[in-house]
Nanobody
Framework: QVRLMESGGGSAQSGGSLTLSCVETSGARPSICMGWFRQVRGQGRKPVATIASGGRHTYYDDSVKGRFTISQGTSRNMVSLQMNNLRPEGTGMYSC?????????????????????WGQGTRVTVSS
């Protein structure tokens, strides 16, 4: 069974940095697409940054462009999100997603959320 294990969440001051990591533990098939999504209590989940084919395709929400960087490991079973210059509105539950199917590239380009596998999430709190 595919499991996604997230780490790196925590608390930071506004302007600070955090790095989130996600590892797929089953290793059965490499993930063509992986990504990070944020959900704030009472609101829907939104894509923050997603990546396909080791970086050939990426998507960033406008609010994080220039501050966050997503990267995918060469073995395609891990993804990291370097978050710099954090803002209080970045507070929320960050979930990792992954998909091993080719169609997911379209999802990444479109900034969609149709991924096969999801992690439990790691909380990020940014204080002003």
């Amino acid at each position: 069974q595919v499991r996604l294990m997230e780490s790196g969440g925590g608390s930071a001051q506004s302007g600070g940095s955090l790095t989130l990591s996600c590892v797929e533990t089953s290793g059965a098939r490499p993930s063509i697409c992986m990504g990070w999504f944020r959900q704030v209590r009472g609101q829907g989940r939104k894509p923050v940054a997603t990546i396909a084919s080791g970086g050939r395709h990426t998507y960033y929400d406008d609010s994080v462009k220039g501050r966050f960087t997503i990267s995918q490991g060469t073995s395609r079973n891990m993804v990291s999100l370097q978050m710099n210059n954090l803002r209080p509105e970045g507070t929320g539950m960050y979930s990792c997603a992954a998909d091993p199917e080719d169609y997911c590239i379209i999802v990444v380009v479109a900034g969609g959320q149709n991924y096969r596998y999801w992690g439990q999430g790691t909380r990020v709190t940014v204080s002003s």
